[in-house]
């Protein structure tokens, strides 16, 4: 631990000498002019653990993979490519100017911008958006029920998706109008549009989940080559034009290779090395002061809308009991996790499941650890001496903290053992209820900037799909009042006055504790010395098409 605290207090002192922490806080505005640029053209060279499942644009669910895929594809809406507070807002993107929305909030009328077209050539029609809606439902995107349950017709595609007409989402192809019709007021519609499940792909696109192979999109970049083993191989879309750079920007670099297979230490030293210009797993603390003594300029410390999180599956025992999953955050000390995460300058400890930073997360909950008390309840319950493992990614920094979360499972009197799993794998493991998961060790971050993005998303009911890898509630939790709460606030579009709401749901959520939550993080973007204008958003993290290489 000492030497772990050294390390990042080196490392820290060294950014603010360097003003690497000031720049973070008043960045330099993007200008979004790259056809001509100096700086255009080569390479990026990007490593990371392993693969991170399909890539089918619609149905993936994870953070590695969607960082590419907004280089590659469009919704209707998006979030503005901007840093701070302002990488929240929603521009125009395919659409070309926000909805007009009738008074009783049912009726949200776009205007297909002319002229686009997708990376395979073919033309971005109207009928290619009413197809892409209809498919959210069709190849079971895993938000399908949760974000766009509200449209006329959903509920019937979920029910039978094979025979899914979708009367909620017209076209006009004289006209290039789509219109999309709810069923209820929902005061988080714009923010799902501009979500990356609702991105426009061709209309031919197959109707299930297109696993290894890639689906034409109409950002600056498409997928040439793919080999989930080794490498995929991004390329310039050869029909992108910039329609708006608030959303979209044709891209400095001509090539993203991106490489897998390098542990994170391994990740480090190759990019300390130039071999690599990014990496994307969590820093090992213990290279933490290395990099602040003599790498400070190419390290970038973001702020982030995410947690980590111990995820009980309350359909697993000993998980079924609310005293076991009560003790299990009784029993740990979010300061010793803290720690070994990197320590208090990139992250802290959360006794709340929405980080802070989000309109209604904080709900007055204290969490001290309580290891006397933590026991009892396991001793009340009969668990003692259940069998238990828990899953964590095969990183050096969540390998840290489940060794002490394990520890600390046996001390209360589980028989506990842990099992790392391939870092990009992880996710759709853990979400498979065919694979049994009891307890794991899981992050989270934001889809949108709402307390929905992690209380309904991780909890409610519609988000639990059992025997699937696309899962977000995989604790299998459904309490019917809970759930109630979510569509209140979900439904109110004055988020001053969702905010109560979403405080009153994530109190209860803390009571019944499907998941404990552990800490909110900041990240360590570490790139390599020929990479140049750095870019991160809150929502989608670096930003490839923005970067450049010397």
């Given at each position: ?137 069709q190849a079971g995107s895993p938000t399908a029920a949760s974000f766009y349950g509200g449209i ?144 400070a300029s190419q390290v970038h410390i973001e702020p982030l809308l995410g947690l980590y999180y ?241």
């Open positions: 631990m000492k030497v772990c605290a050294a390390a990042l207090g080196l490392l820290i002192s060294t950014l603010w000498g360097a003003g690497a922490l000031a720049q973070e806080i008043t960045p330099p505005d993007w200008n979004g002019e790259t056809l001509g640029s100096p700086h255009r053209g080569g390479v990026l060279h990007l490593t990371a653990d392993g693969p991170a499942g399909t890539l089918d644009p619609q149905i993936n669910y994870n953070t590695q993979y969607m960082q590419v895929f907004v280089n590659m594809y469009d919704g209707l809406l998006t979030f503005r490519q901007a840093r701070g507070l302002s990488g929240q807002d929603v521009v125009p993107d395919l659409a070309d100017a926000l909805p007009q929305i009738s008074a009783d909030g049912l009726v949200w009328r776009f205007h297909l911008r002319p002229g686009l077209r997708f990376s395979s050539g073919a033309p971005v029609r109207v009928e290619d958006v009413v197809s892409s809606f209809k498919r959210i439902y006329v017709g959903a509920k019937e595609c979920l029910d039978d998706p094979a025979h899914c007409s979708l009367p909620g989402v017209q076209g006009d192809t004289a006209t290039g109008d789509i219109v999309f019709h709810l069923t209820h007021r929902d005061g988080e519609f714009l923010y799902k549009l501009a979500f990356a499940h609702a991105v426009i792909v061709p209309s031919d696109t197959p109707l299930h989940d297109t696993g290894n192979t890639t689906v034409p999109g109409t950002g600056p970049y498409r997928i040439t080559s793919y080999n989930p083993e080794h490498q995929m191989i991004l390329e310039r879309n050869p029909f992108f034009h910039v329609w708006n750079p608030q959303a979209q920007t044709d891209g400095f670099v001509d090539r993203i290779e991106y490489d897998f297979g390098l542990s994170d230490e391994a990740q480090i030293t190759a990019v300390e090395q130039g071999r690599y210009d990014w990496m994307l797993d969590a820093k090992p603390s213990d290279r933490l002061g290395e990099l602040g003594a003599r790498y111990l995820a009980m599956n309350v359909h697993e025992k000993p998980f079924t009991d609310l005293r076991v999953r009560q003790a299990v955050s009784k029993a740990v000390s979010r300061h010793a996790m803290t720690i070994l995460f990197g320590g208090g300058a990139i992250a802290e400890p959360l006794c709340q499941m929405v980080p802070h930073g989000i309109s209604g997360a904080d709900i007055g909950v204290d969490c001290p650890q309580d290891l006397q008390e933590a026991r009892r309840l396991i001793q009340e319950s009969g668990a003692e001496g259940a069998a238990v493992t828990l899953v964590v990614p095969n990183r050096a920094v969540e390998a840290g903290m489940g060794t002490y979360l394990r520890n600390v499972l046996q001390q209360i009197g589980l028989k506990a053992q842990l099992r790392p799993i391939t870092a990009g794998l992880a996710t759709s493991y853990e979400q498979n209820t065919a694979n049994h998961v009891q307890i794991a060790l899981s992050y989270w971050f934001a889809d949108y900037p709402s307390a929905s993005t992690f209380l309904d998303d991780l909890f409610g009911c519609d988000n639990y799909h059992p025997n699937s890898p696309v899962s977000p509630n995989f604790t299998g939790f459904c309490d019917q009042h809970i759930q109630s709460l979510f569509d209140q606030a979900m439904a109110e579009s004055d988020p001053v006055k969702a905010a109560p709401i979403w405080q009153e749901a994530g109190r209860g959520v803390m009571k019944q504790m499907p998941g404990a939550p552990m800490i909110q993080m900041r990240t360590i973007d570490f790139v390599s010395k020929r990479t140049g204008n750095y870019f991160s958003t809150m929502l989608n993290h670096m930003l490839f098409s923005h970067v450049w290489v010397q």
